[in-house]
Structures are given as structure tokens and as C-alpha cells.
């Protein structure tokens, strides 16, 4: 039979070139590596998610705890110990995210920037700087901005956890979320809170400015700063009712929604709270998304974890009695697992905040032509904050695409930044 | 790769992963279907393997011999009647590294050669796959930890075997 077919070693060496050509029908490389970038994390996060909530936060503070649970595994030795050890401090995470967004290709960076999860975190990056400001102001201004920073905190630590839990839910068991109208009430009673908090606090900011007794300037740009991040709050509660409106909505389900509502107005608070929000959320966003969501939310969640340890421990404040229990219960765990606190540095927030806004927002030379700008839209996903130039390469435009870009200012020479009216 | 890396938060770690990954992933899953896996599992648990090599990257010297030894490892770890695609459930459940879930026998049955390397013993198709891939006797014989003799010998038997199917049932793409 050798005789006939002669046998050629080099005919292997094709068959082996052929099976891996052929490969690319088959594979996803793109899809597996944005996979296998986040798995480590998402490994992390499903462990945790599978534990019991004590179990499951230990797992992400790990070197705070003194319990003797399982942790997650230390950092390598040597050099590189030194520096995956910097993880550990809310600087080194605040980093991390704008330098994992930052290392996302344009398309994934253009689509994951509006996150609400991700939304959040910059609104917590916003409030330390902005409390650090009013420090030099006024320490009553200070405390309030504190409250409002604690439940924007709060707010962005139950969007992390709802789409922590919902990731792995979908995961576990493919099941859908209940309750969905309650959770839309909510999350949107802590948004419109925190709206409302913040424009008490933008008004004693000015009343400062206009009194005189302050830096007039210093008190106008706290008044700006908090302006701002109002907007963001006010986007973040749009956010998430255009996401529920992805849900089936009538008159019975509205009429749920605000009795759950009532519900956690008088203080009562499930411990599954958290498990019924986010199914919504993370539907109302292309699949790959959520692949980031997954490494995205563990790093939230520690920052936060950090965060809140740091200033609870420098400066407990007797007004947190106030908040709900979810809040006492973060803050006693924080309190328990934090012990490594770091120094809050003043120049590295601003660092970390202006890096986290050019990873969201800088697309001025970006290549987004496999973008899916199909829900852009006054009621779809904003384009407001991305910076673009005549570099930036667009894919065919829907028009309400085509329309938010119309309402771009020129902001440098070939530079403009889209804007939310004209 | 024997150089000093960044650590595993720096961007130019990620990027660095993302190159070797992007350069080595087909090769991998093709080193595992030439072991003899199925063509899910094979992209299945070359994912897995790369999750594994990012997670420990910053160790990893070698890290292009490393993902084979790891992936053939936990190939011989899989039980043996999942080592078919007919065995796994795709749908939601498939690697994201596939691009679908549909038409895996049909893929497999254009690549005859992949059915042929299947009727060898595992021996045999390990050294197939690692030669193929561009390992001398000696590399593999660290890898598998047996002699560069058996190394040759199992590589000899192969080949025969596959020249004698060849005979059999002629061209074989």
C-alpha cells in the first residue's frame, strides 16, 4: 500500500498547516482573548458570588482578613509582588480601571464607557475630590458633600453588586430576574436621592460664594464640580429607566414598583436586595460587555471596599446611624476587614480621575467603525463626554448617532466633545 | 519570553498576553486536536489553558511549551467519553473562543486527518502534535518525561500508521 501511496512526511507538515488554517472558521479569537483577559477576575468574582456574602468579601479584601477563610492567592514574589500589591490600595485600583479601560480596543472602550457600573465609579471619584475641596471651605459643606458621596457610594456599591450577582446568576442557572419593577423603583429612588443631595449641597456652595466668607472662586468651582456630578447622577437615574423600559411596563407594574418603593423608604431592606436588580441591566448591553462587566465590577467592588474602609477608620461620622442597614452592614464589614488603609492623596484622585475620564471619553483617535452605535439616542445609550476629531473613524451612522454628534462644541483645533443639548 | 515582565497591572502586561495569545491560540487548539480532541473541547480547554497562562503570567518563562504541557494535561484529565463534540453541549454554555456553536462535526469531517490521528494511542498523537508544532525529540522527550528514543519511536510508529491509512483510503485532506 506504501507502494501506491507513497508516504511523505512533509504531507503531514501540510495536513498540520491545514487543520490550523481551517481553524479560523471556527474560532473567535478576539472573543476568546477578551474572555481570557477578564477570566481571573471573574473566577475571583464567582467564587465569592457562590460563597455566602462575609465569605465572598473576604475573598476580595483578602489581605485584611484575620478570619482564616479562604482567600484568594498572593501576589509573586519579588518585584512584581511589589506591584500587583499596589491592587490592594484603592489608588492602585482607581488606576487599574482607567488602565484596563485604556487597554481595551476602541470598539470595546467606546461601548463599555457607559456602563452604569462603570457611571458610578467615576461618580465616586468625583465626590472624594470635590469633598477634598470643600475641606478647605467650609467642614459643615464637607460633612453634607459626605453624606452625598455615601450614597452615591452606596448606589454605585448596589450596581456593582447587582450586576456581580446577576453575572454569576446567569451563569449558575441561566434564570431570569424577578421583581424587575422593584428594582427599577429602587434604583432610581437612589439615584433621584442622590440628585436631590447634590443640588442641596450645590446650593450652600454658592450661598458660600456669595456670601464672601469663603474663596469665592474655590467655592464656585466646588459649586461647578458638584453641578457636574449631579448631571452624572441625573444620567445615571436615566440610565436606568431606559433600561427598564426594555422590560414589559404597564399601569399594574408602575403601581408595584411604588409600593416597592415605599418599601425601602421606611427602612426595611431584604437581603436579597441586591440579587433582584440587574438582569436589565446587563441585557440592555451587547454580550461582549458584560465580559468586561465581570473584571470591571470586581475592581469596583474592591475599590469601594477600600474606600469605604479608609475613611471609616480615619473619620467615622455619626450620621451614617441614618443610612439603611445595607449601609451599616458595609460599614461594619469594612471596618472588620480593612486594616492596610492607605493615605487619600489629593493629586493622585485628580490623576486617577482625569485617566478614568480620557479612557471613557477620549476616542479622538480611535477606530470605531465596527462600533454598534445602534442605540445611541436621547433614549439609548448617550454619546455625551466623547471627545472625537476629524482622526476618529465612525461607522454608518443611525441618525439619532448622527444627530447627538451635530451637538458636538469644538473644543481644540480638529477637536470636538459631544454635548447633551446644542 | 525569558524576559522580565511587567506585572499583571500594567497595561503593557495585558498587551503583551494579548499579543501572545492572538499569535498562539489557533496553534493551540490545533496542538490539542492533533492530541485527539474533539474540536469543542479542544477550543474549550485551550480557553481554559490561556485563562491559566494569563492568571500566572508573570511566572511563565516558556510560556508557548508551557500552554501545551498544561493543555495536554488537562486533556488526559478529561473523562473519555467527553472528548467528542457529539458529547458537548454548545448553545450558551460554548467557549466564547468558538465563533459557533454549529457546524463542529461538519468541521471536523472536512479535516480527515484529524479522525485518522484518533485511531493512534495518546502516546503517539502527543508527539505528533508536539513535533508538528516544532519541537525536537529531545524537547519533547522533557515534556512527556520519557527518552528522546521513545520520543523517535512513537513519531516512527505514527507516522507509519498514518501512511498506512493514507494507502487505505487515499487522499486525506
Known amino acids: 500500500m506504501s507502494q501506491t501511496h507513497p508516504f511523505d512526511p512533509d504531507r503531514l507538515s501540510d495536513l498540520h498547516a491545514a487543520t490550523v488554517g481551517g481553524l479560523d472558521d471556527l474560532l473567535d479569537v478576539e472573543a476568546g482573548l477578551r474572555e481570557a483577559l477578564v477570566a481571573d477576575r471573574h473566577t475571583a468574582t464567582g467564587r465569592d458570588l457562590g460563597l455566602d456574602v462575609e465569605g465572598g468579601l473576604q475573598a476580595i479584601v483578602g489581605p485584611g482578613d484575620q478570619s482564616g477563610r479562604p482567600r484568594p492567592p498572593e501576589p509573586k514574589e519579588g518585584n512584581a509582588a511589589a506591584r500587583t500589591g499596589s491592587l490592594r490600595s484603592p489608588t492602585g485600583i482607581r488606576s487599574h480601571v482607567a488602565r484596563l479601560l485604556t487597554s481595551l480596543d476602541d470598539v470595546n472602550r467606546f461601548a463599555v464607557r457607559v456602563h452604569p457600573a462603570l457611571e458610578a465609579f467615576a461618580l465616586v471619584l468625583d465626590f472624594a475630590r470635590i469633598r477634598d475641596s470643600a475641606l478647605d471651605i467650609n467642614l459643615s459643606l464637607s460633612a453634607e458633600l459626605e453624606q452625598s458621596r455615601d450614597s452615591a457610594r452606596a448606589l454605585a456599591r448596589a450596581l456593582a453588586d447587582d450586576l456581580d450577582r446577576e453575572n454569576y446568576a446567569a451563569f449558575a442557572r441561566g434564570s431570569r430576574f424577578r421583581d424587575r419593577e422593584y428594582s427599577r423603583a429602587t434604583d432610581r429612588h437612589q439615584a433621584l436621592t442622590l440628585a436631590r443631595a447634590l443640588d442641596r449641597h450645590r446650593d450652600h456652595a454658592i450661598a458660600l460664594a456669595i456670601s464672601g466668607e469663603h474663596d469665592g472662586a474655590l467655592a464656585l468651582g466646588v459649586a461647578c464640580d458638584i453641578d457636574r456630578a449631579r448631571a452624572r447622577a441625573d444620567a445615571l437615574a436615566l440610565d436606568l429607566d431606559r433600561i427598564y423600559r426594555h422590560e414589559h411596563y404597564d399601569r399594574d407594574t408602575e403601581s408595584r414598583g411604588y409600593r416597592a418603593g415605599s418599601f425601602y423608604d421606611g427602612g426595611s431592606f431584604e437581603d436579597d436586595y441586591a440579587f433582584k436588580h440587574a438582569l436589565a441591566l446587563t441585557c440592555a448591553f451587547p454580550v461582549p460587555i458584560n465580559r468586561y462587566t465581570l473584571h470591571l465590577v470586581g475592581l469596583l467592588r474592591r475599590a469601594l471596599d477600600q474606600d469605604l474602609g479608609r475613611d471609616f477608620e480615619r473619620d467615622p461620622w455619626p450620621g451614617l446611624d441614618r443610612l439603611d442597614p445595607f449601609y451599616l452592614d458595609l460599614r461594619d464589614r469594612d471596618r472588620r476587614e480593612r486594616l492596610d488603609l492607605d493615605v487619600p492623596d489629593r493629586g493622585a484622585l485628580d490623576r486617577d480621575s482625569e485617566a478614568l475620564d480620557r479612557a471613557r471619553h477620549d476616542f479622538t483617535t480611535a477606530d470605531l467603525r465596527t462600533a454598534d452605535l445602534l442605540w445611541v439616542g436621547p433614549h439609548g445609550i448617550s454619546l455625551t463626554g466623547v471627545r472625537w476629531s476629524d482622526d476618529t473613524r465612525w461607522p454608518d451612522m443611525p441618525d439619532s448617532a448622527r444627530q447627538a454628534l451635530r451637538w458636538s462644541k469644538q473644543i481644540g483645533d480638529g477637536l470636538y466633545e459631544v454635548r447633551d443639548k446644542p | ?173
Open chain 2, 1 to 173: 519570553m525569558d524576559d522580565v515582565r511587567e506585572p499583571a497591572d500594567e497595561p503593557a502586561d495585558a498587551a503583551d498576553f494579548s499579543a501572545f495569545y492572538r499569535q498562539q491560540i489557533r496553534a493551540l487548539v490545533n496542538f490539542l486536536l492533533w492530541t485527539g480532541a474533539g474540536a469543542a473541547d479542544a477550543a474549550e480547554l485551550a480557553q481554559e489553558t490561556m485563562i491559566d497562562a494569563h492568571r500566572n503570567w508573570l511566572d511563565i518563562k516558556c510560556p508557548r511549551a508551557w500552554i501545551r504541557r498544561v493543555a495536554s494535561r488537562k486533556f488526559s484529565r478529561l473523562k473519555p467519553n467527553t472528548n467528542t463534540t457529539a458529547s458537548i453541549e454548545l448553545g450558551d454554555n460554548r467557549s466564547p473562543l468558538l465563533a459557533t456553536g454549529q457546524g463542529l462535526a461538519e468541521w471536523e469531517q472536512r479535516h480527515e486527518v484529524l479522525r485518522l490521528l484518533a485511531m493512534l494511542p495518546l502516546r503517539q498523537r502527543e508527539v505528533m502534535a508536539w513535533t508538528y508544532d516544532g519541537y525536537r525529540p529531545q524537547e519533547i522527550a522533557d515534556e512527556l518525561n520519557i527518552s528522546s528514543d521513545a520520543v523517535r519511536a512513537s513519531l516512527r510508529l505514527a507516522r507509519r500508521a498514518l501512511a498506512a491509512q493514507f494507502g487505505r483510503e487515499g487522499d486525506v485532506e
